[in-house]
């Protein structure tokens, strides 16, 4: 990557298959390595905050971070600090510590505005994460569902759930999901978190340790599928946002670039494959209720 060039070699290899290059170099201006103040009141704002990292094996993995409005702020332009404790069996518990890269995604459901902020940790300890800002950009509100919360529990915690496959309880939630958050990494750019939206049932379990979901028509920069290119490995969260509980899936993720797959799901261009290697099911993950106030208008219908 160079001064007038934000992209890695994975990132520019999507956008060329793809047919958008020249596109995405426009668009590509928007990324930036500093914290404006408007984006210094939103985070500021925010109660949940979503996260990407990459554990001591290289895993990839995606949590949900939760507070009070204030427990994200940026101290000056390139410095983000979090003050929210990380969940027992979260990964993020051991992944989060001095010299981690982690990328954040901070998402206002009621008015679908979301922006991302990644970096590199410059301290961790007694529940604070400071981080160092590498990028920071604002994402398009395509596929949002809007809700807004209706309650916060301060709920027990319970142990949480680990295995290889994924559980019935766990089939069932990737079933009604409208709502992912996918995390990918790249060796030296770093970590991602973004979203991916659509109707129940985007996301389609096809056995117990396989998921496919189409692809729709983003911004045009392939961040996700730019690291995808790069290295398979992924992580993937899915959030009850009616319920309590949380479900964080690691493995490998494949983009199918085949026309004929493609077609047989609604407004995909691409399919990308999901293997589930390891999962972890926290039943009281999520403390936040939400309700749904409507789908996003850009979902395509359910085939």
């Known amino acids: ?9 994975g990132e520019r290899a999507v956008q060329e298959r793809a047919g958008v290059r020249a596109a995405a170099r426009k668009i590509g201006r928007v990324i930036g390595d ?41 101290s000056d332009a390139h410095t983000v600090r979090i003050d929210a404790g990380v969940e027992p069996g979260d990964p993020l518990r051991d ?21 991302r902020v990644n ?7 007694r529940g604070e994460i400071v981080l160092r800002v590498r990028e920071t950009f604002g994402n398009c ?19 949480v759930e680990r295995g290889a496959r994924l ?21 030296e750019a770093g970590a991602d978190v973004s979203h991916r939206g659509g109707t129940p049932g985007f996301i389609r379990v096809e056995d117990d340790r396989t998921l496919a979901w189409g692809d729709y028509q983003g911004n045009m920069m392939f961040q996700s599928l730019g690291n995808l290119a790069v290295d398979a490995r992924a992580g993937l969260l ?39 290697d390891e999962v972890v099911e926290n039943p009281r993950g999520n403390p936040i209720r939400w309700r749904l106030l409507e789908p996003s208008p850009h979902n395509p219908a359910r085939a």
């Open 34 to 74: 500093a914290i404006t103040p408007a984006v210094a009141e939103f985070l500021a704002r925010r109660i949940t905050l979503y996260v990407g990292s990459i554990d001591a094996a290289g895993r990839v993995w995606a949590s949900q971070l939760t507070g009070p409005p204030g427990f994200v702020t940026a």
């Open 95 to 115: 992944d989060g510590t001095a010299g981690a890269r982690l990328a954040l995604l901070a998402l206002d459901p009621a008015t679908r505005r979301r922006v």
């Open 167 to 187: 559980t019935p309880a766990a089939r069932a939630l990737v079933a009604r999901a409208d709502t992912a958050f996918l995390a990918s990494a790249h060796p």
């Open 141 to 159: 509100p395509k596929y949002i569902q809007a809700r807004e919360p209706v309650a916060v529990e301060d709920a027990a915690a319970r142990p």
């Open 238 to 276: 899915i959030v009850d946002f009616d319920g309590t509980s949380t479900l964080q899936l690691t493995g490998t993720a494949v983009v199918d670039w085949s026309v004929e797959r493609a077609e047989r799901i609604p407004g995909a261009q691409r399919v990308v494959e999901y293997r589930v």
């Open 119 to 125: 970096g590199r940790v410059e301290r961790a300890d």
């Open 1 to 9: 990557m160079s001064d007038d060039e934000p992209y890695h070699d």
